[in-house]
């Protein structure tokens, strides 16, 4: 029972396999018949021969069937082919059809076509159409030439699939693609290539695009050969029918040639004719013509006679007028130059008036006194005048300088009220003075030249204002709607422009004498028996003053109803600004200009060349002062006023010696060693100017003050090239007084000693100079490191120390409080200048011992130069520190009467050494080596300072220093080193052997002195 089971099992799997195989192969031969070719069902054995038949069946007509659409598709894109090629009317058009329709056929993206160059005939290949071009590709390909040119070189197709680089590039508005494919075929003609299609896409190119490509080869190369003939046949026929242009266009001009040429010939015949009739009136006319020249003749040499007079006489009056414009100049630059020949006489009888009026002698009667007084008074009279002329004549001449500067619109009208509110007063007038809110409280200009204008306009207001009247001043900002005389001005804010108007209720101005204000040397009454005085300058010069400094004055007036006479001036002076310019005065003046640094004579007067000295036999100091005197050197050319100055001197405590001539001033500055020098800058021969320049290039003379007194304001320039200060002339007994307190002031002011710890050396100098700067009475003290500083601070009484914290030797705040407390002045203030982050333990600790910290950002030099005019100004007025007046160190007066030890093996040395010191007094002791050096200070124990060089025989310089330090009696016997070695690292060596200064060769005997005289002084 069980076997049967098993075997119907087996019979019911056989039949379902049979049944599977059977449906199989229905459903195979149902996709045949429907057209669904290339399916395959399983072949269950070799013996299944009948699923082998239907695969190979399927897959048969499936290959069949693609031959048979792959035919109809070549087919058809031939077709397309020839469609554009009929339809393709020139080349360009037919070039762009078949780009197009190859990118279509082939699914690519980019096409261009070529030809062989029907138009120059040259081995080259130029595009006719494309599809999809990214403007980069090539207009002309010559032969062999890339990838086109060999393809066409070696007629073969090139196929380039998933080129590794971007070929090419597909942009459009929304962005590009790379391709990596290239299909490049050539077209022939006739077994030749005229042609070549390259074809650019995404993807792949496949077998049958290239085959498409190959077989259209020669149709398009045929069509290409037709459409190349077209164009070259197109050319021709353009070329036949230019030439046919041009031959119409020459047998037009020939045929109307030949109609003129025959009216000529009529025109000619009938000219014979009217000649013939012509001549015979000619032959009359000519006759006349020869009477007619003759006149003419005899008429054009009368003429030509007249214009030889006439060119004499305009040659005669250019040179007048040349003679009346170089008078004209020659008038202004002697008034321009009058000012020190004027003034110097007037000076004296100024001075010598107000000095005779005080009569301290008790010797003078009232009447004297009285006569001395209107002396006086007609001396500053005849001043103003001078003035006014020299004014007026300084701006024809073109020589009035400008000296803008920052002050407040206050500090004028203080000046002002305060210089006119007295003489109002006198008179009964009331003087009313107002600054508006809306006034610009800062100027940048010349305020000597503003107040010079406002002195002429309240003068004017004070003359012609009856007692009892009123002036008033008002300082305020131009109204919205002024009327500006200069354009400029109306450029500007109103709030850049400054207002000052002067009002008065006086006489007032007629209508004819308004036409006369602001002109030279014109008065509303010029009459001999007028009421009021006046050269008439001041309205002339105020304007011309007001042009000077971009501005310009108004003025309103009515008789009897007072007047108001005001300027205007631009807040920020521009010295190139398009502000008009002053207007001339006359027409031969000079552009005023500010006055630039004249170029000065620096050479000096010879040793050898004696010079005559006309102030030899005056009777001054010379043989009185003795070295230490405040003797005072006054150059001056005019006898009279040197006398008045050599008396004002006594008075004031000086001893004085005179020079007349530059010359002589120099070389008794050299010979005479003067405190201080008051130099005229108007000298014959040469001028104050050089000798200005002499003083302060002399290493030995430029420490000297020098008080320049002239007649011309060029106060800028003086202190420019070194003046101590300034006095215009003429100058008043009072101005004299304060000069020589000035004076005296200097050559005593107090030293003060500051220390410059800072080892960049640059840096270093930087901040010595910013010191001088704010105080040339500063001993500025270098040290690199901070061996340097100790033996300066425990030997030398400082009184201020700039130190840097990042030092080679030392780099931590600690430094600070140790050195403070070896400091010789225990009151030193200590300001630190680092670019060292501190913590804020650091900060706590440096802020125990210093007085301030300045740390080396962007803003660093200002808060230093901040802390050091503190201390300036602290270490002046500080009432418990005590300061000895130091002599002029750099001039070696200290040496007078020292004794210094020179130790140099070099016998030269010694001599220049020696020389140079003992002429400034001191008492020299040589020695030849170290050894000779301590045998001298054993036998002198007197010596002040010793000069160590460090290079000798037997003992040098460190092994003598060190032995010297070693015996407590001379521990503190300054010791300086001359040496060759000048690192920073051997600077260090020295100190640390125990020297007190250093000096490197080859040695500046000036800094040396200067040197040997700080260590003295110590």
């Given at each position: 029972m069980l076997s049967g089971n098993t075997e119907l099992k087996s019979i019911r799997i056989s039949l379902a396999r049979l049944t599977d195989a059977m449906r199989e192969q229905i459903d195979l031969a149902t996709k045949i018949s429907y057209g669904n070719l290339g399916d395959t069902i399983k072949v269950r054995s070799k013996s299944d021969t009948l699923n082998e038949a239907l695969n190979t069946m399927s897959l048969e007509l499936k290959k069949l069937k693609d031959q048979a659409e792959a035919n109809s598709l070549l087919e058809k894109n031939i077709s397309e082919i020839n469609n554009a090629i009929i339809t393709s009317k020139k080349i360009t058009d037919f070039g762009a059809n078949i780009s197009k329709i190859l990118s279509q056929q082939t699914n690519a993206c980019q096409a261009t076509f070529y030809t062989t160059d029907y138009i120059d005939n040259k081995d080259n290949l130029i595009k006719i159409g494309s599809y999809a071009d990214d403007d980069n590709s090539p207009k002309t390909i010559a032969f062999g030439e890339g990838l086109i040119g060999e393809a066409v070189k070696n007629n073969e197709q090139k196929c380039l699939n998933n080129l590794s680089k971007e070929y090419s590039f597909l942009t459009s508005s929304l962005g590009k693609a790379a391709i990596y494919n290239v299909l490049i075929t050539p077209v022939a003609y006739k077994n030749t290539i005229i042609g070549v299609i390259e074809i650019g896409s995404l993807n792949n190119f496949s077998d049958a695009d290239q085959k498409l490509l190959n077989s259209l080869k020669n149709s398009l190369g045929n069509a290409t050969a037709v459409f190349i003939r077209n164009e070259e046949l197109k050319i021709s026929i353009?070329?036949?029918?230019?030439?046919?242009?041009?031959?119409?266009?020459?047998?037009?001009?020939?045929?109307?040639?030949?109609?003129?040429?025959?009216?000529?010939?009529?025109?000619?015949?009938?000219?014979?004719?009217?000649?013939?009739?012509?001549?015979?009136?000619?032959?009359?006319?000519?006759?006349?013509?020869?009477?007619?020249?003759?006149?003419?003749?005899?008429?054009?040499?009368?003429?030509?006679?007249?214009?030889?007079?006439?060119?004499?006489?305009?040659?005669?009056?250019?040179?007048?007028?040349?003679?009346?414009?170089?008078?004209?100049?020659?008038?202004?630059?002697?008034?321009?130059?009058?000012?020190?020949?004027?003034?110097?006489?007037?000076?004296?009888?100024?001075?010598?008036?107000?000095?005779?009026?005080?009569?301290?002698?008790?010797?003078?009667?009232?009447?004297?006194?009285?006569?001395?007084?209107?002396?006086?008074?007609?001396?500053?009279?005849?001043?103003?005048?001078?003035?006014?002329?020299?004014?007026?004549?300084?701006?024809?001449?073109?020589?009035?300088?400008?000296?803008?500067?920052?002050?407040?619109?206050?500090?004028?009208?203080?000046?002002?009220?305060?210089?006119?509110?007295?003489?109002?007063?006198?008179?009964?007038?009331?003087?009313?003075?107002?600054?508006?809110?809306?006034?610009?409280?800062?100027?940048?200009?010349?305020?000597?030249?503003?107040?010079?204008?406002?002195?002429?306009?309240?003068?004017?207001?004070?003359?012609?204002?009856?007692?009892?009247?009123?002036?008033?001043?008002?300082?305020?900002?131009?109204?919205?709607?002024?009327?500006?005389?200069?354009?400029?001005?109306?450029?500007?804010?109103?709030?850049?422009?400054?207002?000052?108007?002067?009002?008065?209720?006086?006489?007032?101005?007629?209508?004819?004498?308004?036409?006369?204000?602001?002109?030279?040397?014109?008065?509303?009454?010029?009459?001999?028996?007028?009421?009021?005085?006046?050269?008439?300058?001041?309205?002339?010069?105020?304007?011309?003053?007001?042009?000077?400094?971009?501005?310009?004055?108004?003025?309103?007036?009515?008789?009897?109803?007072?007047?108001?006479?005001?300027?205007?001036?631009?807040?920020?002076?521009?010295?190139?600004?398009?502000?008009?310019?002053?207007?001339?005065?006359?027409?031969?003046?000079?552009?005023?200009?500010?006055?630039?640094?004249?170029?000065?004579?620096?050479?000096?007067?010879?040793?050898?060349?004696?010079?005559?000295?006309?102030?030899?036999?005056?009777?001054?100091?010379?043989?009185?002062?003795?070295?230490?005197?405040?003797?005072?050197?006054?150059?001056?050319?005019?006898?009279?006023?040197?006398?008045?100055?050599?008396?004002?001197?006594?008075?004031?405590?000086?001893?004085?010696?005179?020079?007349?001539?530059?010359?002589?001033?120099?070389?008794?500055?050299?010979?005479?060693?003067?405190?201080?020098?008051?130099?005229?800058?108007?000298?014959?021969?040469?001028?104050?100017?050089?000798?200005?320049?002499?003083?302060?290039?002399?290493?030995?003379?430029?420490?000297?003050?020098?008080?320049?007194?002239?007649?011309?304001?060029?106060?800028?320039?003086a202190k420019e090239m070194g003046a101590f200060d300034f006095l215009v002339k003429p100058i008043t007994p009072e101005k004299l007084k304060n000069a020589f307190l000035s004076i005296d002031e200097e050559i005593n002011k107090v030293f003060k000693k500051v220390l410059v710890l800072e080892d960049d050396e640059k840096l270093n100098y930087s901040i010595k100079q910013l010191l001088h700067a704010n105080d040339k009475n500063t001993i500025c003290i270098q040290a690199y490191s901070r061996l340097e500083a100790e033996n300066i601070l425990t030997n030398v009484d400082i009184d201020c120390a700039i130190i840097d914290l990042g030092l080679p030797d030392s780099d931590n705040v600690k430094t600070i409080s140790e050195l403070k407390s070896i400091s010789k002045n225990e009151n030193i203030k200590i300001i630190i200048n680092t670019g060292k982050s501190l913590s804020e333990v650091e900060q706590l600790e440096l802020e125990k011992s210093v007085d301030s910290i300045v740390i080396k950002t962007n803003n660093a030099t200002e808060r230093l130069k901040d802390e050091i005019l503190l201390f300036l100004n602290k270490i002046e007025t500080t009432e418990n520190t005590e300061y000895k007046t130091a002599p002029n160190l750099s001039g070696g007066e200290i040496l007078k009467n020292k004794s210094i030890l020179i130790v140099d093996d070099d016998i030269r040395n010694i001599y220049a050494l020696s020389a140079a010191l003992t002429g400034k007094g001191a008492v020299i002791t040589t020695a030849f080596n170290g050894i000779e050096a301590l045998n001298a200070l054993e036998e002198h124990q007197s010596f002040d300072i010793i000069l160590m060089d460090i290079m000798m025989p037997e003992m040098d310089g460190f092994e003598a220093t060190k032995k010297i330090r070693e015996n407590a009696k001379w521990k503190n016997l300054p010791i300086i080193a001359l040496t060759a070695k000048a690192m920073k690292g051997d600077r260090d060596e020295i100190l640390k052997a125990g020297a007190s200064d250093y000096q490197s060769k080859p040695i500046d005997i000036q800094k040396l002195i200067s040197l040997i005289s700080i260590w003295i002084y110590k």
């Open positions: 353009e070329e036949i029918n230019r030439k046919n242009n041009i031959l119409q266009v020459q047998e037009e001009e020939l045929r109307q040639n030949n109609e003129e040429l025959n009216k000529h010939s009529l025109l000619l015949q009938q000219s014979e004719e009217e000649l013939k009739s012509q001549a015979a009136e000619l032959e009359q006319t000519n006759a006349y013509l020869e009477e007619k020249s003759r006149e003419l003749e005899t008429k054009n040499y009368e003429i030509e006679k007249k214009n030889s007079d006439l060119i004499i006489a305009q040659e005669e009056l250019n040179v007048k007028s040349e003679e009346i414009a170089q008078a004209s100049k020659y008038k202004s630059e002697f008034l321009a130059n009058m000012s020190h020949e004027l003034r110097t006489p007037l000076n004296s009888i100024l001075i010598l008036s107000d000095i005779l009026k005080d009569n301290t002698s008790g010797n003078l009667t009232n009447s004297q006194l009285e006569n001395l007084s209107v002396i006086n008074t007609s001396g500053k009279d005849l001043l103003d005048l001078i003035n006014d002329i020299l004014d007026i004549s300084k701006i024809e001449a073109g020589k009035v300088e400008i000296y803008p500067e920052n002050t407040v619109t206050e500090r004028i009208f203080s000046d002002m009220e305060g210089l006119f509110k007295t003489q109002m007063q006198k008179k009964n007038i009331r003087f009313e003075t107002t600054i508006t809110e809306k006034c610009p409280r800062e100027i940048y200009s010349d305020v000597g030249k503003i107040e010079q204008i406002l002195k002429n306009f309240l003068s004017n207001a004070l003359k012609f204002t009856p007692n009892g009247g009123t002036v008033t001043m008002t300082f305020d900002s131009p109204a919205e709607n002024w009327n500006y005389s200069n354009p400029q001005l109306a450029l500007i804010n109103k709030n850049q422009v400054l207002s000052i108007a002067i009002k008065d209720n006086g006489i007032g101005i007629s209508e004819e004498n308004k036409k006369k204000l602001f002109q030279s040397f014109q008065q509303a009454d010029s009459s001999t028996s007028r009421k009021y005085g006046g050269t008439g300058l001041g309205l002339s010069i105020s304007k011309q003053l007001a042009q000077l400094l971009k501005g310009e004055v108004f003025f309103d007036s009515e008789l009897n109803n007072g007047s108001t006479f005001g300027v205007l001036i631009p807040i920020k002076y521009q010295e190139n600004s398009n502000i008009a310019k002053t207007e001339p005065i006359v027409t031969a003046i000079h552009e005023t200009v500010v006055v630039k640094e004249e170029q000065i004579e620096s050479e000096y007067p010879k040793a050898n060349e004696e010079f005559v000295d006309l102030s030899a036999n005056i009777n001054d100091d010379r043989n009185l002062a003795d070295f230490d005197d405040k003797t005072v050197l006054i150059i001056e050319d005019d006898p009279s006023f040197a006398e008045v100055l050599l008396q004002v001197a006594h008075n004031n405590g000086f001893k004085a010696i005179i020079a007349h001539q530059g010359e002589t001033g120099f070389q008794y500055a050299k010979k005479y060693n003067p405190k201080a020098i008051i130099l005229d800058m108007k000298l014959p021969g040469i001028d104050g100017w050089t000798v200005l320049k002499w003083l302060k290039e002399d290493p030995e003379l430029k420490h000297i003050p020098v008080h320049v007194m002239s007649g011309m304001k060029r106060e800028k320039l």
